[in-house]
């Protein structure tokens, strides 16, 4: 198949193109959420508005045989992004969202339906973290449509070539988490091979799940890790290198960390932490947790920094 042609702005008498584009997309990629027939002309006549009203940016990728991709954005968000099913896999959709970064940045924003996996994972992959905010959808029969912002955050699992970084980043860190933690001790540094292997056996047997945490220049500021993985539930935990506080990173790694599990079939995750560790609370509170009474077996103290042991508070969250 010859390959298609770089982007170029899109003119509004190929509105009835990009709507066949759409119609071909949603129906390959959503025909478990919408049924046929397509809404074409309510499509049509939403894809004429866009041009109408000037403030759009519409870009569309040539085929041989008609659009292969199309992106639609302005300063704030990202509208729509399309890619006709013959042309899947060749990152047409990576480059259309990429697009619409360039222009918006930090904190542009788009809905996505829930049940579009494929698309969710797409923007998670590229630094778009869910907001916590819902919508239903216009067209029949209004499936629920989550809002994500780009923060340039990505969350990927744990792997042996993460070894010296991870290293790095722990030694970095190391007095910055003993304020509210305990310290691993020298021997979690001495035996770190030993360490690393063991965690990286847990997750292959799907017992744990490690993610690293990075920011929008791929520099790593952060852990998440989802133990103790059995029966739809896992206990989370997290810890953040100092220059990633205060940015909201925390709260966007474990939304995206979430939404993975939710994918892996977790629904229920719950969260510990101390009576001081007042921005650990905030944390697990934007992303959702509520307080809960401890379960049989659940700590009521916790070890906190510099050797102290506190109270422990157990909050819990139901993923979708």
Partial sequence: MTPPSGWRRAA?????????????????ALGHVFAEPFPEDDVLARWALVFESGDVTVEVVDGVDGLRAVT??????????????????EGLGRQGVERAVAAGGLGIQLWVLAANGRARRLYEH?????????????????PTELEYSFTGTTIRPLRTEDRDELLAFERENRAWFTRSI??????????FDDHLAERLRDQA???DQY??????????????????????????????????TGRGRASQAVRLGLAEMA???VTDV??????????????????????????PGDPIELGAGNGRREPALHFVVTTC
């Fill in 182 to 191: 305990p310290d691993r001790g020298d021997a979690f540094f001495d035996g």
């Fill in 205 to 207: 047997d799907g017992v």
């Fill in 72 to 89: 639609a954005y302005d300063d704030s968000s990202l509208r729509h992004v399309f890619v006709h099913p013959a042309s899947w896999g």
């Fill in 270 to 295: 719950r969260a510990s932490t101390t009576v001081s560790n007042l921005a650990s609370q905030r944390v697990l509170e934007k992303c959702g947790f509520v307080r809960v009474d401890p379960d």
């Fill in 211 to 244: 993610f690293l945490v990075r920011d929008e220049q791929s520099r790593l500021i952060g852990r998440v890790n989802f133990l103790n993985v059995a029966e739809g539930r896992a206990d989370l935990g997290y810890r953040f290198a100092a220059r990633a």
């Fill in 263 to 265: 994918r892996r079939g």
């Fill in 126 to 142: 590229l630094g778009w973290v869910p907001t916590g905010r819902q919508q239903e959808s216009v067209w029949p029969p209004c």
């Fill in 12 to 28: 509004p008498d190929e509105a009835l193109a990009l709507m066949e584009l759409e119609r071909d997309a949603c129906l390959a």
